[in-house]
T-cell receptor
Framework: GAVVSQHPSWVICKSGTSVKIECRSLDFQATTMFWYRQFPKQSLMLMATSNEGSKATYEQGVEKDKFLINHASLTLSTLTVTSAHPEDSSFYIC??????????FGQGTRLTVV | QKEVEQNSGPLSVPEGAIASLNCTYSDRGSQSFFWYRQYSGKSPELIMS????GDKEDGRFTAQLNKASQYVSLLIRDSQPSDSATYLC???????????FGTGTKLQVIP
């Protein structure tokens, strides 16, 4: 299957600072990537769809000015959590699809805001 | 609202038994169906995909799809303690469009 690499795997930041998470497709070109958030013992929640060369599409209730998504190339999408607060602490996961629709996930980034 | 429903569990089975995980979906336009395994603290990993009615086998795993009943299942034969995880069912229209995930079923395999 496709390989998706996410970095960093964990990060601790101070409240009010910004954190950037990178998601790379290593062996294929992904025009579309997806960003999820998962709180402990809860299901995956789709935050936004990242589109190469155009604006991301955000799910209802997700603040686009807080969660900045950039998809500048066919192999890289980034999610920046701006002015992070403790309630933003979560597990953030990116994914890309193959042509049959199967989602392949990055390793995930555990964000802790203190 | 497109939904994928799963029993949250936990489903407990003894080692060596068959674990049966079930999933229903609401969107009749769904063409692609997937099962993912997620260990605690890790991201999901794809274990099975199925696109047509019937059974699909891969090692100890068998996926079953019944589009008329809008039902997908996953059977795990000879369950091992290492199979203990949360299993996510997902469905989608196919292609590069987003899929809808269920909330997952927690499986516990008892040694």
């Amino acid at each position: 299957g496709a390989v998706v690499s996410q970095h960093p795997s964990w990060v601790i930041c101070k409240s009010g600072t910004s954190v950037k998470i990178e998601c790379r497709s290593l062996d294929f070109q992904a025009t579309t990537m997806f960003w999820y958030r998962q709180f402990p013992k809860q299901s995956l929640m789709l935050m936004a769809t990242s589109n190469e060369g155009s604006k991301a599409t955000y799910e209802q209730g997700v603040e686009k000015d807080k969660f900045l998504i950039n998809h500048a190339s066919l192999t890289l999408s980034t999610l920046t959590v701006t002015s992070a607060h403790p309630e933003d602490s979560s597990f953030y996961i990116c994914s890309a699809r193959d042509q049959e629709g199967a989602a392949f996930f990055g390793q995930g980034t555990r964000l802790t805001v203190v | 609202q497109k939904e994928v429903e799963q029993n949250s569990g936990p489903l407990s089975v003894p080692e060596g038994a068959i674990a049966s995980l079930n999933c229903t979906y609401s969107d009749r336009g769904s063409q692609s169906f997937f099962w993912y395994r997620q260990y605690s603290g890790k991201s999901p990993e794809l274990i099975m995909s199925i696109y047509s009615n019937g059974d699909k086998e891969d090692g100890r795993f068998t996926a079953q799809l019944n589009k008329a009943s809008q039902y997908v299942s996953l059977l795990i034969r000879d369950s091992q303690p290492s199979d203990s995880a949360t299993y996510l069912c997902a469905s989608g229209p196919g292609g590069y469009q987003k899929v809808t995930f269920g909330t997952g079923t927690k499986l516990q395999v008892i040694p």
